[in-house]
């Protein structure tokens, strides 16, 4: 039993469709109305298909009160993470402190340099990233004396003025599956945020193990890293495989995973109002 001491949260993860964009901000509503907690969009700039999340997030903030908001990742390739950390604080700022930061360290590396980006290899994206965490983390922290100084191999902020900071202590979630980027995430980050269909059996136990050692020598707490986990499904009157049948078979499936695994934020992909007005059976 792993149990790392955090509040169930339950989200749901919307395509961010430009084809119907009121039906797009309709399912982010819906998720609060039904009660959930979290609202989370993918970030694919270069999917001229889809609305720009930064944009949708914002638009979806100002339609909402209660429920939180994140990308589900942010694609850091093409958001610089200065200029990200004070879209991530204004955010947060005017929506009352309900946005979290989910980070990745890129993929689909033949469109984003379509875009402008730069191809990094596995091990150079995962050096980028510790190097933006550590730009956003210094311009959120107005409570330091001095500019933002980062001089790095991939991004060299020097001297840029701290702030705003957020309205609340914003989590930093980072979209890990390899070993260096589950390091990271122990060693960095507030949370760990894959896809279930992602993984092979035994890779959440395996994950989780890497991530605490991670923690343990750079000082923190495993406690300091929240499990979450993208997943997807349907909801029948018959089950016919993994999430994919009655309520009941659902809480028993999620229970394993959060009493087993420590999954304490699931977020459940939402293509239909159904879909979505379903996973109230939590």
Same mark, same amino acid.
């Given at each position: 039993?792993?149990?790392?001491?955090?509040?169930?949260?339950?989200?749901?993860?919307?395509?961010?469709?430009?084809?119907?964009?009121?039906?797009?901000?309709?399912?982010?509503?819906?998720?609060?109305?039904?009660?959930?907690?979290?609202?989370?969009?993918?970030?694919?700039?270069?999917?001229?298909?889809?609305?720009?999340?930064?944009?949708?997030?914002?638009?979806?903030?100002?339609?909402?009160?209660?429920?939180?908001?994140?990308?589900?990742?942010?694609?850091?390739?093409?958001?610089?993470?200065?200029?990200?950390?004070?879209?991530?604080?204004?955010?947060?700022?005017?929506?009352?402190?309900?946005?979290?930061?989910?980070?990745?360290?890129?993929?689909?590396?033949?469109?984003?340099?379509?875009?402008?980006?730069?191809?990094?290899?596995?091990?150079?994206?995962?050096?980028? $990233?510790?190097?933006?965490?550590?730009?956003?983390?210094?311009?959120?922290?107005?409570?330091?004396?001095?500019?933002?100084?980062?001089?790095?191999?991939?991004?060299?902020?020097?001297?840029?003025?701290?702030?705003?900071?957020?309205?609340?202590?914003?989590?930093?979630?980072?979209?890990?599956?390899?070993?260096?980027?589950?390091?990271?995430?122990?060693?960095?980050?507030?949370?760990?945020?894959?896809?279930?269909?992602?993984?092979?059996?035994?890779?959440?136990?395996?994950?989780?193990?890497?991530?605490?050692?991670?923690?343990?020598?750079?000082?923190?707490?495993?406690?300091?890293?929240?499990?979450?986990?993208?997943?997807?499904?349907?909801?029948?009157?018959?089950?016919?495989?993994?999430?994919?049948?009655?309520?009941?078979?659902?809480?028993?499936?999620?229970?394993?995973?959060? $009493?087993?695994?420590?999954?304490?934020?699931?977020?459940?992909?939402?293509?239909?109002?159904?879909?979505?007005?379903?996973?109230?059976?939590?």
């Amino acid at each position: 039993m792993s149990d790392y001491g955090h509040d169930l949260v339950f989200g749901s993860f919307v395509t961010p469709g430009g084809g119907d964009p009121e039906r797009t901000v309709g399912l982010a509503v819906l998720t609060e109305q039904v009660g959930l907690d979290l609202v989370t969009f993918q970030d694919h700039p270069y999917q001229p298909a889809f609305l720009d999340t930064w944009t949708l997030l914002s638009f979806v903030a100002a339609r909402t009160s209660r429920v939180h908001l994140a990308a589900n990742v942010t694609n850091l390739p093409l958001r610089p993470p200065a200029v990200l950390a004070r879209s991530v604080a204004s955010l947060d700022l005017l929506s009352g402190g309900r946005i979290s930061l989910g980070l990745g360290a890129g993929a689909f590396w033949e469109a984003i340099e379509a875009m402008g980006g730069r191809r990094l290899t596995p091990g150079q994206g995962v050096r980028a $990233l510790e190097e933006a965490i550590e730009v956003i983390r210094q311009v959120w922290d107005t409570g330091t004396r001095g500019g933002v100084r980062v001089d790095g191999e991939f991004y060299r902020v020097v001297g840029a003025k701290r702030g705003p900071a957020p309205a609340h202590a914003v989590p930093v979630w980072l979209g890990a599956y390899k070993p260096r980027m589950l390091q990271l995430t122990g060693r960095r980050a507030d949370g760990w945020l894959p896809t279930l269909g992602y993984l092979q059996p035994g890779d959440l136990t395996k994950g989780n193990a890497i991530i605490d050692d991670a923690a343990q020598q750079a000082g923190r707490s495993p406690g300091d890293v929240r499990r979450l986990l993208n997943i997807s499904g349907q909801f029948s009157a018959v089950g016919s495989g993994p999430l994919d049948g009655p309520a009941e078979q659902w809480v028993q499936e999620l229970t394993e995973l959060a $009493l087993g695994e420590g999954v304490s934020a699931f977020i459940l992909g939402a293509t239909t109002p159904t879909t979505c007005a379903g996973s109230q059976a939590r």
